[in-house]
C-alpha cells in the first residue's frame, strides 16, 4: 500500500502512535545496576512474573536480556536488543544496551536509536568513569537524560554531595522529582515533589516481586518518619532553591535532569520512574535527515540500522537488523529500498526481539523498533525506506585502542576466515584495518575494548566454523586504512581513527 496519499484520519493515526511512544535506554557503568533495573522495568509492565532468579548477578545468568554463551559464563550482557510494553496508555520501548564497558561502541550505537537516556549512578560510588563517558556521549547528541540514584537501600553517600557533584561534573541541573526518605543505607520510601506525598516501600521477596507501596500525607510523613520526613523535604528543598523547578524544556534540552531515587534490587522507586518517562520523556518526533532537515513522523515509512546481530537463534543462523521506526507505519511484507545501495529488500520476518524472546510484528510505529531476520545485506547505520528517498546520519565509530593481528588457525579453513572476519565487521562487532603488505591472511582488527576480542574468537569457532588465533600488533602505523570509510572523514577529531 502507498504511504504517501494516507487519509487524515490515517496520518492522524500516525500522530498519535508516535505521541505515545518512549523510546530510552538504562545506561550506566557496569555494576550499577542496569540489568537489575531492566528486569524491574519489565517486571512492573508485567512481561515477566518475577525478576530475575535472584538477585545476585553470578547466579542471573537467564536474564530477560542475556542470551550468548559468553554472556551467560561471564554473567554479562553484550548484546543489545529491544524490549516493548505497555504502561498506562503509552508504548514503552525499552533498548538494552551492554553492560561492559569494552562494549561501549554498542551502547553509544542504542544511544543514536533512543529519544532519552535514564542514567543510573551508583549511590556508594557516585559518578565513575563510564557514567562520565555516557553523560558526554548523551550531551554530544543533545539526548535528554533522566538521572537515577540506585542502590539506596545500601550505605553510600550523601544526596546532597551527589547533586553537587552532578551539577560539578556534568554541568546539568538537577530537578528533584523524587527525594529518598531516610539515609542511604535506609530506605524508607520516597517524597513524591510531584504529588506530594510520602510513597513508603516495603520489602517483598528480595525484589522478586513488585514492592508494596504505602501512600501518606506530609503530616502523616512526618509523623511517623520524622526527621527522615524532614531532612528529605529540606534537602529536597535546596536543591530545587539552587537550581530550579522542574521544567520540561529544561530537561529536553538536555541542560537539565529529572533525579529519582530508587533500589532496582528491591523495586523501589521503579513505578516512580516510569511515570515519569510517560509523563515528561520526549515521544518519537520527526527526525532529521542526513542534511539536517527533520522527517515528518507521517511520512512515508523509514528507519536506520542501529544494530545487526548474528547467530541470536542457533537453529536457524540467522542475521537480525535492528531498525528503529522513524516515520510512516512499518508494515510487515513491505518491500523497502536500501539507501546505500539502492537495492530492494523484503521484510518478510519482522519480529520484536529481547533475550530469547521473539515475537512477530505486524506493525511498527515511529519510536518502535523492529528485528529484521536473514537481513545478511544490511549494515549498521543503513537507512530504510518505503517511497521518498532518505538517508539518517551515520553512527559514528569510535577510535580503537587496542589491536590485534587475526590468523586463520586451519589453513584450509581460509575462505570461512575471510568470510566470518568480513561478517563481524558489518555488524559493527569489530572494526577491521587494511595494509596492502597484510592483504586478507592476516587482518588487523581494532577494538574499543579487548573483550571485543574474545567474542570474535567465540564468533569465529562456533559461527564460522573458522577457529583464528591472535598474534600482537603494535598500534598501527598510519599506512592501514580503515575498510569502512570513517563518516566523519576529513574533519573527524579522534587520533588514529582516519
Ligand atoms: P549492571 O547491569 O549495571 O552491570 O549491574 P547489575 O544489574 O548486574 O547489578 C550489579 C550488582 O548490583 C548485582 O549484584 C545486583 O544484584 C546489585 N544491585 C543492583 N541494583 C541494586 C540495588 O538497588 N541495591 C543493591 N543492594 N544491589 C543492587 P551481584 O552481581 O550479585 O553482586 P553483589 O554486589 O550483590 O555481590
Redesign the pocket.
Known sequence: MSQDVLSPARVNEIHKQAARRRTFAVI?H????????TEALALHAKVIGTAGAS????NRKETVSDWMQMEKDRGI?ISSAALQFSYRDTVINLLDTP?HADFSEDTYRVLAAVDCAVM?VDAAKGLETQTMKLFEVCKQRNLPIITVI??W??PGLDALALMDELTERTGLQPMPLTWAVGISGDFRGVWDLRQDRFARFQRNNSGANIALTEYFTPEEAAETQGSNWTDAVDEAGLVIESNLEFDVDAFHAGTATPILF?????NFGVKELLDALVDFAPHAAPRPDVEGSPRPVESSFSGFVFKVQAGMNKAHRDHVAFIRVCSGVFERGMVVTQTRTGKSFATKYAQQVFGREREVIDEAYPGDVVGLVNASTLRVGDSLFLEGAVEYPAIPLFAPEHFQVARSKDPSKFKQFRRGIEQLEHEGVIQVLRSDVRGDQAPVLAAVGPMQFEVVEDRMAHDFSAPCGWNACRTPSPGFRRRTPCPRWPTCPAPRCC
Open positions: 550506566s557496569p555494576d550499577a545496576g542496569k540489568s537489575t533495573l538477585s545476585g548477578k553470578a550482557s553492560g543510573l540506585n542502590k537501600d545500601r530508587s533500589s532496582a534490587a528491591l
